[in-house]
């Protein structure tokens, strides 16, 4: 089966450094996914890694390990703004492509 | 990226209406559009895979007879919450997949059922 287990909360300062972790339990691996979701908004596109190592992406940078079922995201230079839920996502089901999302984890910045 | 678009983005219905919710891409021609839900602090969650001019592919558990899925063009899939109940309230997402296998979400649309 299929699983994703993500920290439900995080807390950073405005201008640090935060990673938020996700590990995968997957069968068959296409790729992992982040997202991003305000309150009450859809989610939107961060990244695809289904290659080992890191993507930097501006001031969002992707990291994969497929031997360890592993991901990260790491976010630089925080801000406000940057307060919201990170969901870490797996496809699954084939050539469908159907998403498992984890639960999100809840960043909150601080002044 | 893919422009999705979700109409109505909210919609309060009494108990026991019927209550559609379409899907739209905007710039590009999709074959396969996919539904989700979320309930409050819960992360989303599949209902069905909406092939164009198919019928739909349910996730465990979904009543495909209270949630009817129409995709009758590649730009345009609808969602009908059929005899709605307060336990359907909830936020409903609609989403494509591009060539890339990158999935591009709408807006959402917020239901609630009195």
């Known amino acids: 089966g299929q699983n994703i287990d993500q920290p439900t909360e995080m807390t950073a300062t405005e201008g640090a450094i935060v990673q938020i972790n996700c590990t995968y339990q997957?069968?068959?691996?296409?790729?992992l996914f982040w997202y991003q979701q305000h309150a009450g908004e859809a989610p939107t596109f961060l990244s695809y890694?289904?290659?080992?190592g890191l993507e930097e992406k501006g001031r969002f940078s992707s990291f994969l390990s497929r031997s360890k079922g592993y991901s990260y995201l790491l976010l630089k230079e925080l801000q406000m703004k940057d307060s919201a839920s990170y969901l870490c996502?797996?496809?699954?089901?084939?050539?469908?492509?159907?998403?498992?999302f984890g639960t999100g984890t809840l960043l909150a910045v601080q002044p | 990226g893919a422009v999705v678009s979700q109409h109505p983005s909210r919609v309060i219905c009494k108990s026991g209406t019927s209550v559609k919710i379409e899907c739209r891409s905007l710039?590009?021609?999709?074959?396969?559009m996919f539904w989700y839900r979320q309930f409050p602090k819960q992360s989303l969650m599949l209902m069905a895979t909406?092939?164009?001019?198919?019928?739909?592919?349910?996730e465990q558990g979904v009543e495909k007879d209270k949630f009817l899925i129409n995709h009758a063009s590649l730009t345009l899939s609808t969602l009908t919450v059929t005899s709605a109940h307060p336990e359907d309230s909830s936020f409903y997402i609609c989403?494509?997949?591009?060539?890339?296998?990158?999935?591009?979400f709408g807006p959402g649309t917020r239901l609630t059922v009195l």
């Open positions: 997957t069968s068959g691996f296409n790729g």
């Open positions: 710039d590009f021609q999709a074959t396969t």
């Open positions: 989403s494509l997949m591009t060539p890339a296998d990158t999935q591009y």
């Open positions: 909406s092939n164009e001019g198919s019928k739909a592919t349910y």
């Open positions: 996502a797996v496809p699954y089901g084939g050539a469908t492509n159907k998403l498992i």
């Open positions: 890694n289904v290659l080992d």
